[in-house]
């Protein structure tokens, strides 16, 4: 009996196996990998440093300790590979992609990663057996080796890794959290990574309701009109209307086609049939009859074998209903939207005490026997608030993931470079990028919005009426990044600014503080507390250090010589209406902000965010496994050699996409060049603030250096820029790894 075998071990099973395997380890390959090997002594330890929440730092939040007897469900054990073990699944991971390589696509099964590059069987039944001794129940061992699902009490978890659990208030809302950093025995620190979650802190859902301005950057007057927004978002009239002389667009699946030239693919036969995109969620959409209406009203409905599932793998907790649900349902749906032949999975378990459900969804998915090959994450939360071992657990489950040929995409955030700010009003944390995304083994996926009303050419790209599914765009748009900050150049220069920053500055004047003093954009940055611990709560400080820049990264022009994972790796539209144009989707959850799809979609749901752009891309990926009959497991590396070939030492004129549809057909990537991502900040982190209360986030606090514009070829507002579905999916075979 291996534990490589079976995806989970009863807590008799494990008992009875530490007997064998100790007897096992004693020859062959697996004692030369056994790193417990003296006595497990509770009295020298070794602290799991970097993962107190900033919230559960704070003593103004503390509320008192926890009940010793409150359970603690389903909390998760990391467990780490050796650093040999981790070079060489690294060096076949990147074979698997290589056509002259003998692995080419010999993908693994998670038992196989377990019996091949997973801790040994005598260190997990050691560490099991410890986790019983302190009065643990161990639920099971992932067929990976690499987590073990563990329950117990506040007051287990107190005795075992030294740190107590407190109740807390945050901003009115109850809490629970460890408010000292954990550890452990130092015999099994060779082996134990840290504890995935101790807090019930969830991650940001990664979608933000239309822009709630009165002020309109393209006419540069107060407005009134088709702007007061719900919770939702839904309030305009029509996705190709007038309003006070200005033309607004929203978008819907027909426009998503034109614009990202996915109807050839379609035409051809290429709509993901065949194919799987499983969502990760934590709770179930509202009403499935939303999904069904969604594709009925956009004309997606004649694709017969597009279907949409729920799921709660591993037989984890249903999660039920939540206010989460409208992130579950925009996913499902623009999933379909852009593969609409391809089956729909949202895979869910619920949230416990301690951990987000959807990591518990992915890693039981990925220690199934039958994984999906493509997965869409629309969660995120910065790298130093995510806390160290969150940050590895992510990066391990990632890992997993691409050596059994799934590819994991991930939203990049909707908060500029300011991550430990998400949902806020202005920055305070510094830069910072979202652990959930900055691995090497994800796509991390940006946002943008269209260029068209800044340069004053919409009729050029849109349509004055709507088809009869409502879309109404001509072609490909011109793209810059989505930024709905005051201190966004572009906004700034139509609002007759000059600047952004400084008393006279967009951000200091009236209606910038009245309307646009915001962190909601696209996401990107460098990687910089991965690992270590902040010394400043939240900001990228201390002993944190970024996850090391991935080889695929390298070479391309544009992405820094900063020996740090870069985000994000593409992007797609994700604005939410500040220049006009945001999603639309059917959400009937009327009590967490829904409307009804009765009718034309006239008073839908409307919103953006990067949750948009990372289902969007993973159906791409889905045409591209469709086309080319296989699975690829991470793409990026295919994504930046076709980037590399295309931009070339210098970039590629042709391929810029302020050119519009102009002579950008060939390409396969589209190279925004024009707008930044800069957020308003205020206080010392990374904010460069002259004078006036409001500054800009930089990477100086002495000269205006936002954090960050666009360049050509790759850069942190938009990575390798946007795509050209059909030509991504006819190109991928064109470059060689």
């Known amino acids: 009996m291996s534990f490589r075998h079976h995806a989970r071990l009863s807590l008799a099973a494990i008992s009875g196996f530490a007997i064998a395997s100790s007897a096992a380890s004693a020859q062959g390959s697996l004692a030369a990998r056994t790193l417990i090997r003296g006595p497990i002594q509770e009295d020298v330890r070794t602290v ?3 993962n107190v929440r900033s919230a559960a730092a704070d003593p103004a939040n503390d509320r008192g300790e926890a009940n010793a007897t409150l359970p603690l469900e389903h909390m998760i054990l990391q467990l780490k590979r050796s650093p040999q073990q981790e070079a060489a699944l690294d060096a076949y991971i990147a074979t698997l992609n290589d056509s002259t390589s003998s692995n080419y696509h010999h993908w693994l099964t998670a038992a196989q990663l377990g019996s091949e590059y997973g801790p040994a069987e005598a260190d997990i039944a050691a560490v ?23 329950s117990g009490t506040a007051g287990q978890v107190k005795s075992a890794f030294r740190t107590s659990m407190h109740r807390l208030s945050v901003d009115g809302a109850n809490h629970l959290a460890n408010t000292s950093d954990p550890s452990i025995p130092s015999a ?20 933000h309701a239309i822009h709630p301005s009165h002020f309109d950057p393209r006419t540069g007057q107060q407005t009134t009109e088709g702007t007061a927004v719900s919770a939702a978002g839904a309030v305009h009239p029509d996705y190709t209307y007038t309003s006070s002389g200005s033309t607004y667009q929203a978008v819907v699946p027909g426009d998503l086609a034109t614009i990202y030239n996915l109807n050839p693919l379609f035409s051809s036969g290429v709509s993901g049939q065949g194919q799987t995109i499983v969502v990760i969620e934590d709770t179930n959409v509202y009403s499935t009859a939303d999904w069904t209406t969604f594709r009925k009203t956009f004309g997606l409905s004649s694709y017969t074998s597009g279907s949409f599932t729920q799921q709660h ?38 949230d416990t005490s301690t951990t987000f459900g959807g990591l518990i969804a992915l890693n039981n998915l990925i220690n199934s026997s039958n994984p999906p090959k ?86 050029s790209y849109w349509n004055s009426t709507n088809t009869s599914t409502f879309a109404s765009a001509k072609s490909y748009i011109p793209e810059i990044p989505w930024n ?51 010394s400043t709560t939240g900001v990228v400080s201390g002993t944190c250090k970024g996850t090391a820049k991935p080889s695929f990264q390298t070479g391309l022009l544009g992405v ?27 959400y009937t959850d009327t009590a967490n902000g829904g409307t009804s799809c009765s009718g034309a979609p006239s008073t839908w749901s409307g919103a953006g965010g990067t949750s948009f752009a990372s289902p969007i891309m993973a159906a791409m990926q889905a045409l591209v496994n469709q086309k080319t009959g296989s699975a690829w497991g991470n793409p990026n590396p295919t994504y930046y050699n076709l980037a590399r070939a295309e931009y070339g030492s210098t970039g590629n004129s042709n391929c810029n996409s302020t050119n519009g549809a102009s002579g950008t057909s060939g390409c396969t ?56 579905a059909y030509n991504l999916v006819v190109n991928w075979g064109t470059v060689s790894h």
Not at 321 to 343: Q, R, Y
Not at 398 to 406: F, R, T
Request: hydrophobic share 35%.
């Open 48 to 50: 799991l440093a970097g």
């Open 128 to 150: 099991t057996g410890w986790l019983k001794s302190q009065g643990f129940s161990v639920n099971s061992v992932a067929a990976t080796g690499m987590t073990i699902d563990f």
């Open 188 to 207: 099994i620190a060779g082996v134990v990574e840290g504890i995935a979650s101790l807090n019930d802190f969830r991650p940001h859902q990664l979608h």
């Open 313 to 350: 793998p591993g037989n984890c907790t249903n999660p039920g209903v939540n206010a989460a649900d409208g992130e579950a349902i925009l996913d499902a749906e623009w999933a379909s939207a852009a593969a609409p032949s391809a089956a729909i999975v949202l895979a869910s378990c619920a």
């Open 374 to 459: 493509i997965v869409s994450i629309s969660y995120g939360e910065s790298e130093s608030e995510n806390g160290a071992s969150a940050n590895a657990a992510y990066a391990s489950a990632y890992k997993n993931a691409v050596a059994e040929g799934i590819s994991v995409f991930v939203s990049s955030g909707d908060e500029g470079a300011a991550s430990s700010d998400a949902n806020a009003t202005k920055a305070t944390h510094g830069i910072a990028v979202s652990g959930f995304a900055s691995t090497p083994y994800n796509v991390a996926v940006g946002g943008t919005d269209f260029g068209d009303t800044y340069a004053g050419t919409n009729s």
């Open 484 to 534: 709905d900050s005051c201190a966004s150049q572009l906004i700034a220069s139509k609002s007759g600014y000059s600047t952004t920053y400084g008393t006279s500055g967009f951000c200091n004047s009236t209606t910038g503080k009245q309307y646009y003093l915001t962190t909601g954009s696209g996401s990107g940055g460098p990687s910089g507390c991965a690992t270590g611990k902040a």
């Open 560 to 586: 820094p010589s900063d020996g740090v994972r870069d985000i994000p790796d593409v992007s797609l539209f994700a604005a939410n209406g500040v220049w006009g144009h945001y999603y639309v989707y059917c």
């Open 669 to 724: 990537f589209y190279d925004v060049k024009q707008g930044d991502i800069d957020v308003n900040c205020t206080g010392t982190h990374n904010c460069y603030r002259p004078s006036g209360t409001n500054g800009v986030l930089s990477t100086s606090t002495t000269s205006y250096q936002p954090a960050y514009g666009t360049t050509t070829g790759w850069d942190f507002a938009t990575g390798i820029g946007t795509v050209n």
